[in-house]
């Protein structure tokens, strides 16, 4: 599953080899560093894998973080926010984002 938050971009798939864990991935460390904080883990660097940065957290701990990140939840646009908290770069790639999914609008959602 892809995750947007504030903080960041990453991917969480189930670890191929212990079924227990799930594998959050990142293209850059900053996306990881509360959840690999909350797991009391350090993030692992992967250059050679697609996305170079990961952590492998039980579900729980995967929930927690989420759950957190909904109860912090306290702005009214999610693109204004990240321009604040990750910068120009994050902000201008979740626009990409978000454009390239009217794509998959339902054809008589708008007029």
């Not at 990240?82 to 008589?108: F, I, K, N, P, Q």
Request: charged fraction near 30%; hydrophobic fraction near 40%; avoid cysteine.
């Amino acid at each position: 599953m892809w995750i947007f938050t504030e903080t960041g971009f990453v991917s969480a798939v189930r670890h191929y080899d212990d079924l227990n864990l799930v594998v959050v991935r990142a293209r850059d460390a900053q996306s990881l560093e509360v959840l690999a904080e909350l797991a009391e883990t350090p993030v692992e660097k992967t250059p050679e894998n697609d996305y170079p940065y990961r952590v492998s957290v039980k579900d729980e701990t995967l929930k927690f973080w989420l759950s957190t990140t909904v109860d912090m939840l306290d702005y009214t646009n999610f693109k204004d926010r990240v321009a604040v908290s990750r910068g120009d770069a994050y902000h201008r790639a979740l626009s990409d984002v978000w454009t390239t999914m009217h794509e998959v609008s339902d054809g008589g959602a708008r007029r």
